[in-house]
């Protein structure tokens, strides 16, 4: 599975980004579909996730009502939107596919290649 990343930009404090991750190369609908990020000189953490079906989903706590995860499985498309967003949500954005809804690096088996989001104050 090949994932692409999209969406990311410059915004100012309290704005809006919307971010997709196009599949390819595989049965989408297989897969439950997770964002992490990676800011400069840390770890990469664990954004969203949602199930296969978009039935579930659940976040980190730090983007709890603010981010929203959905999936579009005939487009193969995953989003995520982002509002409210704060200078602490700056870093580089990536999507991941994983044979179930986890939130652990270790369980995602695909990756795509990440975009930028930076959030000024």
């Known amino acids: 599975v090949q994932l692409q990343a999209s969406g990311g930009g410059l915004v100012q404090a309290g704005g809006s980004l919307r971010l997709s991750c196009a599949a390819s190369g595989g049965t989408f609908r297989n897969y439950a579909m997770d964002w992490f990020r990676q800011a400069p000189g840390k770890d990469r953490e664990f954004v969203a996730s949602i199930s296969w079906s978009g039935a579930h989903a659940f976040y980190a706590d730090s983007v709890k009502g603010r981010f929203t995860i959905s999936r579009d499985n005939a487009k193969n498309t995953t989003y995520l939107e982002m509002n409210n967003l704060k200078p602490e949500d700056t870093a580089v954005y990536y999507c991941?596919?994983?044979?179930?809804?986890?939130?652990?690096?270790?369980?995602?088996?695909?990756w795509g290649q990440g975009t930028q989001v930076t959030v000024s104050s």
């Open positions: 991941s596919a994983s044979s179930r809804l986890s939130s652990w690096l270790r369980d995602q088996e695909y």
